[in-house]
């Protein structure tokens, strides 16, 4: 650690950012907090490289990028189809790259947010405590072929990391807010028995949902003082159709929110493909916090022998590593 | 369902709202901002951020219970009669009317006014910010007399510039950033709400205080042009 490197981009799709945790502590001013739209992503990094710090975050766009030097990196979030030359590298682990390799990133059509860490992070110029792009604050802009991304050099065990599949929709649990008795208790049971499809407009802002039928209204919804709106918040519009917030929402809105996604159940609803089908559950907010998922498991990785076309120059298992993922 | 203000109720799993006002009040919103700075003042141990917008302050946490000991500052006094806590008054540099300001004329005849008696108006009315939003930094301004109640417009306007003042419901809005919206600009101004460059990137904060007096188009481009930080030729001075 700690000599120079960088990873150059050779092509990049569009809509491909830095992104990090975010910065926390300025919704007062109305600033929202950002950062990676699968937080999950972000801590099986985490728990692969260390110190995963800023990454690259792609919306299934195609990347191809270069190291120039030796970093170890790591694949999560919505599986792509990654290789470096004739080798395929499995997603959901830590690898090591030398000078001069290539990684090819290709979208599989699973999930939609997919990331590209480095051990120790992404150098690249911090705004306010965080490199994280907020395009809709005008802060960063989209990663474009030639950008130079620092860091520094690595050496780490390749490993890979317990990832649950959370591509296709299913069941999000909710926690209510203030204006979820808004709606008449015949609209909420509707909502609750609606299966909605994930639309396909959808960015870091928020999340469009469709359905056959009626939207969702409260009575007077066009009356409410603009107040707090978080990422999860299931917003309904004016003509009643419901949005999931992303990490890029803003900070206050007047229209009611019938619910927030609980965090456990966030990194689904960001990463349901378009076409998924979404339901809603209510849970209460202790329910919610201990449905938190623990500190992602971390295993070695045993490269399958076909992949590896030149199997003794290979190192087999980088380093013994513990079951929290401590190099030991 | 008849609610009791202030109200205290979870937000997500990892926050609580306190609600002041289901309605646009210059008593509750000033009590958000008094509570606000007093838990920013004597911190309560759980909590990790808090926030204040037109009628509610956010309080985020860890997940360590901490609604008993916000019950608690929450009843320690009336929050509206507390003198407000350190604050800046600026005065931010407007140009109104004509192209800087081409909803002027029907702002004045809604508000029952000659255009010269609503620049005037506007021009030397002293606001608060309410509460930052929408964009970084975007101040949300009143609160003004009533004849300042004009709705918004049933259509957007498909866009107003960024530094772009606006008018509706006794409020003023100052853009941070070019976006269409249903309120009525009066005036333009070449403040810059965010600004990362800046050691202070977003300039306002809930609870200071603006005038905008008013100049003349070229007055505020050379006033704009002489203000490397953004900040559009605005005076400050702390309030104590």
């Known amino acids: 650690m700690g000599k120079p490197a960088v990873i150059e981009v050779l092509t990049c799709g569009p809509m491909v950012t830095i992104q990090d945790g975010g910065r926390p502590g300025h919704l007062s001013q109305g600033l929202a907090r950002g950062g990676a739209a699968d937080r999950r992503a972000l801590k099986e990094a985490t728990a692969l490289l260390g110190d995963a710090g800023a990454g690259i975050e792609t919306p299934g766009s195609p990347l191809r990028l270069r190291c120039d030097g030796a970093v170890t990196i790591s694949l999560t979030g919505a599986p792509m189809k990654a290789t470096v030359g004739d080798r395929v590298l499995a997603w959901n682990t830590s690898q090591h790259l030398t000078a001069g390799d290539i990684l090819d990133l290709r979208p599989t059509g699973t999930g939609v947010y997919s990331y590209v860490h480095v051990a120790g992070g992404f150098l690249t110029e911090a705004v306010m405590g965080s490199r994280a792009a907020h395009l809709i604050a005008n802060i960063g802009a989209p990663l474009q072929a030639g950008d130079v991304l620092p860091c520094n050099a690595s050496t780490g065990g390749a490993r890979r990391v317990e990832a649950h599949a959370r591509w296709g929709g299913g069941e999000l649990r909710l926690v209510r807010t203030p204006q979820t008795r808004l709606f008449p208790p015949a609209v909420l049971d509707r909502f609750l028995t609606t299966r909605f499809i994930r639309d396909v407009r959808g960015n870091r802002q928020g999340v469009k949902l469709s359905m056959a039928g009626a939207g969702f209204a409260t009575d007077g919804q066009l009356n409410l003082l603009s107040d707090f709106i978080l990422p999860g918040d299931v917003q309904m519009t004016g003509d009643g159709i419901p949005y999931i917030l992303g990490p890029e929402c803003q900070t206050t809105g007047g229209y009611p929110r019938i619910g927030t996604v609980i965090e456990a159940d966030l990194p689904r609803a960001m990463q349901a493909v378009p076409g998924a089908v979404l339901t809603f559950r209510f849970v209460t907010p202790a329910e919610a916090r201990a449905a938190r998922p623990g500190k992602p498991a971390v295993t070695p990785l045993i490269r399958d022998p076909g992949d590896m076309p030149d199997l003794l120059a290979q190192q087999l298992i980088g380093g013994v590593v513990s079951a929290t993922g401590e190099e030991t | 369902m008849e609610e009791v203000f202030p109200r205290i109720e979870p937000l997500g799993e990892a926050a609580l709202l306190v609600r002041f006002t289901p309605h646009l009040d210059d008593a509750a919103n000033r009590a958000c901002v008094a509570f606000r700075a007093a838990l920013e003042a004597q911190p309560i141990a759980g909590v990790v951020e808090t926030a204040s917008s037109l009628g509610s302050v956010l309080v985020r946490h860890d997940g360590r219970d901490v609604e008993a000991d916000l019950g608690h500052a929450l009843a320690a006094r009336d ?54 939003g929408f964009a970084p930094g975007m101040p949300y301004l009143g609160i003004l007399p009533d004849a300042w109640d004009l709705p918004r417009q049933t259509d957007l306007t498909p866009k107003v510039p960024e530094g772009a003042l606006v008018v509706a419901v006794r409020q003023l809005v100052l853009f941070g950033t070019e976006a269409p919206t249903g309120w009525r600009q009066v005036g333009r101004t070449a403040f810059g709400c965010f600004e990362p460059s800046r050691a202070r990137p977003i300039a306002l904060s809930p609870g200071d205080e603006v005038t905008f007096p008013s100049v003349s188009p070229s007055e505020l481009r050379e006033l704009a042009e002489a203000d490397p930080e953004r900040h559009g030729g605005a005076i400050w001075e702390s309030l104590p």
Do not use: F, H, K, N
């Open chain 2, 79 to 132: 929050w509206a009669d507390v003198p407000p806590p350190a604050r800046r008054l600026w005065s931010i540099p407007c140009s109104y009317g004509g192209e800087d300001g081409p909803q002027l004329p029907e702002s004045a005849a809604l508000a029952g006014m000659s255009e010269v008696a609503a620049v005037s108006a506007l021009a030397t009315a002293r606001v608060r910010v309410l509460a930052l």
